[in-house]
């Protein structure tokens, strides 16, 4: 999906912080993989990232690494396998419903695999959660626009840029969109 930056979708927001109450509950080994999966993936080295957030994954018994799913997800963006990402950005949304990160990367994951209209639910939930979030804004608009609902694309759009001024691929969205109104 072209995007704001002009290649895919707006990078998912990255959050490699585990809570307290992610670690409650968890075996150290699930933890450890966590932490080291989720720094790897950080240095984009996401092939052995994958590595450690699936030992996360398996480890955790109580299911609630939410974030290793999250994590697993980036690392499976980057490496080009959408679907894969598609799916783990899906679990996680799943295990932890009020994260709007999660529900961002669903979003902005499912529009780079052209599925727009299913896009729009997730990044719409993520405004829900998180009105400021600027990124699932522009990336909900995009799939607006896919889609042909231009009038909500140019609210999005104009919201964005009042978070972020002088976007030139924004701006070009939205010049876009209001000619198609």
Known sequence: MPSIDGNAALPPKRNAIISADDRRGCTRGAVTHLDLGSTLQQSERSEEATVHLKKAIEYDENKILWRARNWLGNAYSD??????????FREATEMNPRSDVAWGNLGAELGRVDKF?????????????NPAAKNPRGNRGMSYVKVGMYREAVEDFTVFLEMH???????????EAEEKM
């Open 79 to 88: 490496m080009g396998r959408r679907e894969l990402a598609v799916d783990q």
């Open 117 to 129: 209209w299913e896009a729009i639910y997730p990044l719409t939930r993520c405004l829900e959660l």
């Open 165 to 175: 001024p002088g976007h030139k691929v924004v701006t070009q969205w939205l010049k």
